[in-house]
């Protein structure tokens, strides 16, 4: 028997994690919404005078509202941090490199001679 105590001891655990952790979900997602500040405290109440009850219902009124404000999160996310990885490595191309040189040379900031040499740094 201290066998199966064991087991369903852990089962208690894990669904009290994971009531957590769909509890702090559901708050999340209602003050991320875009719904008025009285409707985010009616829901806010509800889901903690009547948790089981009010984040049932939550998922079920705001599922889908849910899963898409998750989404978009995750893309706007992805996309900055794709553009901060591309701003960091400078992945300019050598074409670039010239076109910069170029208009440098052409504005007086560097001589004839430094942009020989520059420029046989980025095409060698």
Known sequence: MPVLDVIFSMLVFFLFIAWIWV???VIGDIFRSDMGGAAK?????????LPWLGVLIYL???GDAM??????QAVAMEEAQRAYIRDAAGTASPADELAKLSGLKDSGAITD????KLRAQVIG
């Open 23 to 25: 509890l702090i979900s």
């Open 60 to 62: 079920i009124s705001n």
């Open 113 to 116: 001679e430094e942009y020989q």
């Open 41 to 49: 405290a009616i829901w806010v109440l509800f889901v903690m005078l």
């Open 67 to 72: 899963a898409d404000r998750t989404v978009k």
